[in-house]
C-alpha cells in the first residue's frame, strides 16, 4: 500500500468553499482504480490547517490516475490556489509496517497524531528503527486507550525519511507516558539512538473518508 499525502492552510472566507471542493475531489477519487480510501484531517493545532490522505493500492495506481485526462479536468475547474495555500505538496509514501486495524476502519471522529523522522545514515540504524517501532506499535496495542491503527510509512524520495501515523477513539493525550510499560520501551529506546535531527509532530482530527462504492 501507498500514501499520498498533501497540506495546506484554507484561505481566510474560504472555508466553505474549500471544503465543498474537497467533497467533490473525494467523489472522483472514489470512482478511480486503485483507490483504497481518502482521508481529510483538521489539524488541532493549526486552525485554517488540513491534510490529505489518500491510500493507494500501488504507486503505479497513483501516477495513472494522477495522468489521466478526468483528473486534469478537475484541476482545471476547480483550482485549488482559489481556496488552499499549499503547504506541503503531495508526497509519496510506501507501507513499511502497520498494527491494529486496517485503513478500512478510519473514520470521521477519530483522531490521528503524526510524528516525522529523519534516521542517521548508518549502517543498521534503519533496521534498528523499524524493529523498535514494530514493538512499540505492539505495546501501544496492548496498553493505549482506544487504540485503532499505528502506521509507519516511508518517504519514497529518501530512504531515511519515515512518517508515523497514529489513529485512536479519542483525542491524543500524552498516552505514552500513562502506561509503565510504554514509558520504559521509550526510556530503552531513545529518539538520539536513530537520529540528531528534531522530530516533528502533529495531530487532527478526522473529518471526512471517502472508499470506492
Known sequence: MNLELVEGFVIPGKQRAALEREDRFH?????????????????????????????????????????????????????????????????????VLEVGAAVRTLAPGMHTATVEWTLERRAGVAAAFEQSRRELFELR?????????????????????????????????????????????????????YTSTPLGYNTYEVVKVSRPA
Not at 164 to 181: P, V
Request: no cysteine; aromatic share 12%.
Open 27 to 95: 467523489a472522483l477519487l472514489a470512482t478511480q482504480p486503485g483507490v483504497l480510501a481518502a482521508a481529510l484531517f483538521r489539524s488541532w493545532g493549526y486552525p485554517g490547517r488540513y491534510a490529505r490522505a489518500v491510500f493507494w493500492e500501488s504507486i503505479d495506481a497513483l501516477y495513472t490516475v494522477r495522468g489521466s485526462a478526468e483528473l486534469e479536468a478537475f484541476f482545471e475547474a476547480n483550482p485549488v490556489s482559489a481556496v488552499v495555500n499549499v503547504t506541503r505538496p503531495p508526497e509519496g509514501y510506501e507501507l
Open 141 to 193: 496495542q496492548k496498553h493505549m486507550p482506544g487504540f485503532v491503527r499505528n502506521s509507519l510509512y516511508r518517504f519514497l524520495g529518501a530512504p531515511n525519511r519515515y512518517l508515523i501515523a497514529i489513529t485512536t477513539q479519542s483525542r491524543l493525550g500524552g498516552q505514552d507516558q500513562e502506561a509503565t510499560e510504554l514509558q520504559a520501551f521509550v526510556a530503552a529506546h531513545p529518539a538520539s539512538a
